[in-house]
């Protein structure tokens, strides 16, 4: 899995933080991107900047699938 640095965890970082760890576990367990669990792994273990990302709250926010950017900014 990909390693996290506390440098990771930024407000600057997050986000691309959260994407490399969910295309990790992705290539691990075979899917190509797993951002609901990256996410939560990521704020279970850091908290804050981290947004969880939840496909039915992505669907209120009327942004695209697995676009974590765009999800966070409409957050």
């Known amino acids: 899995m990909a390693s996290v ?3 990771d965890t ?3 970082r997050f986000a ?3 994407i490399t760890v969910a295309r990790a ?3 691990a367990y075979g899917h190509r991107l797993n951002l609901a669990a990256a996410s939560k792994l990521l ?3 850091y908290r804050h900047p981290f947004v969880i990302y939840d496909s039915v709250v ?3 926010l ?3 699938p697995d676009d974590y950017a765009a999800y ?3 957050w």
């Open 72 to 74: 966070v900014s409409a």
């Open 10 to 12: 930024s407000e600057a």
């Open 5 to 7: 640095t506390p440098d």
């Open 16 to 18: 691309a933080t959260t």
């Open 62 to 64: 009327g942004t695209r």
């Open 43 to 45: 704020w279970v273990t």
């Open 58 to 60: 992505r669907r209120h």
């Open 25 to 27: 576990i992705g290539t």
